[in-house]
């Protein structure tokens, strides 16, 4: 009895972890906006800036370009984390099943 306690213990766990994940890569989804207004505030600078002729637009360019693939590194790897951690869970969850259907 003690051994089935634990054990629903642990995919009641995992069912909450699996849950949090999903909803911490949809709401990371769901914030794509705010990577693409960086990308139009950068767009439009850089536009103003060779529109009014300042003497550095292309500096101002190279790190608003920079910025922007910072950025878009940073959303993709942030999204591939969750969805490994998420595809690990459900792994283990079958893994569980598995040997639970062969014994």
Request: glycine share 2%.
């Amino acid at each position: 009895m003690n051994s089935t306690y634990h054990h629903l213990k642990d995919t009641k766990k995992e069912e909450g972890q699996k849950e949090l994940l999903e909803r911490n890569l949809a709401a990371h989804r769901s914030r794509r906006w705010v990577t693409n207004s960086i990308y139009v505030m950068s767009l439009l600078v850089v536009v103003l800036c060779f529109y009014f002729h300042v003497p550095q637009a292309t500096i101002i360019t190279l790190i608003l370009f920079l910025i922007c693939a910072t950025s878009e590194i940073l959303y993709r790897a942030l999204d591939k984390k969750i969805e490994l951690r998420l595809k690990r869970i459900k792994q283990e969850k079958r893994k569980i099943i598995f040997k639970g259907n062969k014994s």
